[in-house]
Every structure is written in C-alpha cells, then in structure tokens.
C-alpha cells in the first residue's frame, strides 16, 4: 500500500498554504496530517473537556452557522464557553481549508461544527454503525448525488490520549472488492423510501452503492481483521483533513475531539476522475447520481 498519510508542516493556522500535490493527494483519499498543528485549549476551557458536557440521549454537541449550540449539557455558562471554543476551531477550520485548498473558493458549504467528547472504546454499537470498524463516510438517511464530504478533525484530548485511527486501501480498491456483492440499485424502493421519509431526497444508485460499500466493508469480519491497514494514533496538538467518503478509516479509540464538515458540489473537484462518483461510475459502466437515474427494477 502506498502511504495513505501526507505530513504537512504547518505550525499555525495562518500559516496554511496549497501545493498542487496537495490537493491531489486529497482528492485521492488520503489523509493530509498536520502533526503540529494545535487547536489551542484556553485554560478556562480545560474544565469543557467532560463526557458530561454532551447531553443525555445527544451523539454530539454541535455548533450551526446560526451560533446555536446543539446537543449540549451542563450549565448555561459552561455551554457559552463551550459554544466560544467550538466557534474558534470553526473559524480556524475553515481559514485551514481556505490557504490549503483555495481551489474550493466560494464552492464549499459548511456544516455544523461538532465537539464529540463521548470515549470511543467503550461505545456499543450494531455492526453498521460502528465505527471502529473500517468503512467509508455513507448515510442513510440523507442522499448526496455526489456531493463530497470533506472533514477537518482536531484531538484536544487534556490527558494526551491519542485518537488512534485505522486508515486503509483506495477507494477504486474496496470498490473492486465490494461492487460485486452489492444489492442491486432498486428505484421503487428509493421511492418508497423517501415517501416514508426515511430518505430526506430519493436515494440515487450512487448513495445506494456508497451504502453497500459502507455495509459490506463493516460487516467483512476478515476484511475487518486481515485488509491493509495503517493505524495512525493522531496525538493531542494535531490536525488532520481528509474526504470521509473516499479514505477508508475507522476510529479505535480516543475521546474529545472536534470536526468541521465542509461539502464540496459534486464535480468542484479540481480532479474529478479521482472521486468515488467518478471510480464508482467506470467501475459500473453506466450514470450513477442523477435523480431517479439507474437501472429501475
Ligand atoms: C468516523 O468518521 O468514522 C469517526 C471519526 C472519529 O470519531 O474520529
Ligand atoms: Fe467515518
């Protein structure tokens, strides 16, 4: 396997610069590591870094572009300190992305910040949604005809616990691997989906095949045990960037990190020919994301 890791030297935020191979790199799946490269914890933040701060039932704190705080527990001023410091990375995050990949000007749409300070190894989960085991990003219940999910994470753990990641194969090499085993895409049953409202859009042959290859990637317990993998403990002090639908990883272990979602227009790629849309469309032979396209069976 070629390293699925690029190191990137950058020790501030305002120091983020592009390189064309950069954005190369990312747009083939890898993993863009910035090992000293500290989101800054203020001390009157350290006491924020409890599994308490999440709120009961809530995966997630998260933080919109509205400034509203989601998911939160403890008091009303832990909650306005904590809504500052998820601010501050969201602002860092982006002036991140905006040096590094300025190829993306004005096209990016940008989620809701997330602060997850829940312990990953002692989360039980069913077979589909853990995510300690080695998948791609893919989710059920919202269709993105090819829209890219490109993620930045920061580990702010105050004990030094690394986040330790798997990361693994090429997306064109799960691909080749899965695509055979997977359900073929059904048009009445996206439909019936979304009228049930279990889709939030009619689900396209390409988020059905994103779903299978997620699916089939967990749930290959050999895969799971024996596929190529690199495990990478991401330390506290470290950044690290990637498209979550394109690099396979897996989380191990770790708890308080937080990560910005940004969502690149399907084809805002500078190297479209690189994208799991357009891999998973040659390896098919046929248009993938076009709304109620595919094979109606
Ligand atoms: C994931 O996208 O699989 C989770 C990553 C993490 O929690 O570190
Ligand atoms: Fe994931």
Redesign the pocket.
């Known amino acids: 396997m070629n390293s699925p890791l690029v190191e990137i030297d950058f020790t501030g935020w305002e120091q983020a610069h592009s390189r064309p191979e950069w954005t190369a790199a990312v747009e083939d799946g890898k993993v863009l590591y910035f090992p000293h490269l500290a989101f800054m914890v203020q001390p009157e933040e350290t006491p924020l870094l409890r599994e308490d701060m999440l709120a009961s039932g809530s995966r997630n704190v998260s933080l919109g572009a509205d400034a509203v705080l989601k998911g939160a527990g403890g008091s009303a001023g832990d909650q306005q300190k904590l809504a500052t410091m998820i601010g501050r990375f969201r602002q860092q995050a982006l002036q991140l992305v905006d040096g590094l990949l300025p190829e993306y000007k004005g096209k990016l749409r940008v989620a809701p910040t997330s602060f997850r300070p829940r312990q990953v190894e002692t989360r039980a989960q069913s077979v589909r949604a853990d ?1 300690q085991r080695m ?3 893919a989710f059920p219940s919202r269709p993105t005809y090819g829209e890219r999910i490109l993620r930045v994470f920061t580990n702010v753990n105050p004990q030094g616990a690394p986040r330790v990641w798997r990361v693994g194969d090429s997306f064109e090499t799960i691909a080749r691997k899965y695509l055979p085993h997977a359900k073929p895409y059904s048009l009445w049953q996206a439909k019936v989906l979304n009228a049930l409202h279990v889709t939030k859009s009619l689900r396209s042959e390409y988020d059905h095949l994103m779903l299978q290859l997620h699916d089939l990637m967990k749930q290959d317990d050999d895969y799971q045990k024996n596929g190529t993998q690199l495990t990478m403990p991401f330390p506290p002090g470290s950044v690290w960037v990637c498209y ?1 639908d394109q690099a396979t ?1 897996a ?1 191990m272990s770790g708890q308080f990190m937080m990560e910005q979602t940004l969502y690149l227009p399907r084809g805002g790629e500078v190297n479209h020919q690189a994208s799991p849309l357009a891999i998973l469309t040659r390896l098919v032979g046929r248009p993938l994301a076009g709304v109620g396209e595919g094979s109606a069976r």
Request: glycine residues 0%; negative net charge; aromatic residues 0%.
């Open positions: 995510d998948h791609v990003d979550s990883h989380v």
